[in-house]
């Protein structure tokens, strides 16, 4: 949706009698300074897994909350496209109307049916686990265009391919998002993806076969904690941590990690409790959570200078080899966006000069002629004010440029094409390319769907944001 994103909500959740965990008597089993140390580890690993539930609880738990999209198991399409009173997801994409499938794969597997949709429309589905991994997707690239029924199976599945089914994907978390987005090629084009999204279907495993449903797993009371400023310091953050790793069997590659965690009470079916923590404990891991932020303050300034991109951050496990770092970063940056393969993201954070972008100035970017970014799809440039991260309200309600409207735009005098990112209208010539920007600090998204192998291979690179004198 990210899309690509900083942060938007936050909550908790109380347990029922058959989660609630034991106490943590190794919690004071760390040093203050090793504390503060495991504090920063388990918070950057935390932190993902913590923002994706934030958006989750709004979307599939919250009933009477503004953002509810439905209950779990059970699609909901949107047939329209993300304005700026959509606040749940930092930097949303708004090319393609969305689809969202919150999954409790804990009693059986969800079957995904998709129709066969025209081969020019992109579509895809991005299977998102409880880590934030991108753990494989279904669609236009991935897949194709021809339609199917694809087998979305839990951690603990053991079952064999059903007849009928195209393709088993397994997740490694017993909850797990399903974004689908299809692509809308102009306004007076909603009508075709309405029905496309009409085909979408979306069954229990026991009602695509036809066979009784099993025993349902245990109800789970979740209710709201944080906030999404209290998220950042709560030590409550580290209990949403511990109820959700419940739901997350521990990976081979990180039990060790475990283990560690739990010297400070943090793992499943631990219960971290501040109040039993000495003055000295309490302050080592607010300490670590602060470590954890200016450790992505570091990563920021390696991304603003080019040395890792965002496609760095998004994918599998086995993509990103742990680095709960990247991890992090992609979850504060751009949470739930693609892995790179799907789209690209290159990201206008400062102009060429190095500076901070603001609407007090003037911004031109300029396209050589053949030089426009290389797909397979489509691409987008999307404006975001901050410090929301969020699309920003402006008087002809335009909030990005993209390949779909290139007809309406002016080319230069030699074929190239130049857009004028500024908060007041440029002259009459040039508005047909212009990008509002707020009157304040702002970043630009680029987004590149089903990028081309020159830019997969960084031999096209996005050309700087130039400050206009």
């Known amino acids: 949706m990210k899309s690509i994103t900083r942060r938007a909500f936050a909550c908790g959740i109380a347990l029922l009698p058959s989660f609630r965990p034991a106490l943590a008597g190794a919690q004071t089993a760390a040093s203050p300074t090793e504390a503060r140390a495991i504090a920063k580890e388990a918070y950057i690993y935390g932190f993902p897994m913590v923002d994706s539930y934030r958006i989750q609880y709004a979307y599939f738990i919250d009933a009477n909350g503004p953002e509810f999209k439905a209950p779990w198991n059970q699609l909901r399409n949107f047939s329209r496209v993300f304005t700026p009173e959509d606040k749940a997801v930092q930097t949303p994409n708004s090319d393609t109307p969305y689809s969202f499938l919150g999954m409790d794969l804990r009693t059986e597997p969800i079957v995904l049916t998709v129709p066969a949709i025209e081969k020019e429309r992109y579509f895809s589905i991005q299977l998102i686990d409880a880590y934030t991994f991108n753990f494989d997707y279904i669609g236009s690239r991935s897949t194709g265009n021809n339609g199917g029924s694809f087998l979305i199976a839990g951690p603990h599945w053991n079952g ?95 039990k060790e990690l475990m283990a560690r965690f739990a010297k400070i009470g943090v793992g499943a079916g631990k219960n971290f409790n501040a109040s039993d923590l000495t003055p000295e404990l309490n302050t080592a891991v607010e300490q670590g959570m602060a470590d954890a932020w200016q450790a992505l303050a570091q990563l920021q300034k390696r991304m603003d200078a080019g040395e890792v991109t965002s496609g760095d951050t998004f994918g599998t496990r086995a993509y990103l080899k742990n680095n709960y770092l990247y991890r992090m970063a992609a979850a504060v940056f751009g949470i739930y966006g693609n892995s790179k393969q799907e789209a690209m993201y290159p990201m206008y954070l400062v102009d060429a000069d190095g500076k901070k972008f603001d609407g007090a100035n003037r911004y031109t970017v300029r396209f050589a002629p053949g030089q426009l970014p290389p797909v397979n799809a489509f691409w987008s440039l999307t404006m975001y004010e901050l410090p929301s991260s969020l699309l920003t309200a402006n008087p002809i309600n335009r909030y990005l440029l993209n390949s779909p409207m290139l007809s309406q735009f002016k080319r230069d005098a030699d074929g190239g094409m130049t857009f004028y990112i500024q908060n007041e209208a440029p002259a009459a010539d040039r508005q047909p390319n212009w990008l509002p920007a707020p009157k304040g600090g702002f970043f630009v998204v680029m987004r590149l769907y089903w990028p081309k192998a020159e830019a997969l291979e960084g031999k096209w690179k996005q050309p700087p944001m130039q400050r206009a004198v």
């Open 160 to 254: 064999s391919t059903p007849k009928g089914v195209t393709k088993v994907i397994r997740a490694e978390t017993e909850f797990a998002l399903a974004a689908y987005r299809t692509q809308l090629f102009n306004p007076g084009d909603i009508d075709n993806v309405k029905k496309v999204q009409a085909g979408y279907k979306v069954q229990t495993l026991s009602a695509f076969l036809g066979a009784p449903a099993p025993k349902a797993a245990p109800a789970i009371d979740f209710i709201k904690a944080l906030t999404p400023e209290t998220e950042k310091t709560s030590l409550e953050f580290f209990n949403i941590v511990n109820f959700l790793l419940q739901f997350c069997p521990t990976n081979p590659s990180e």
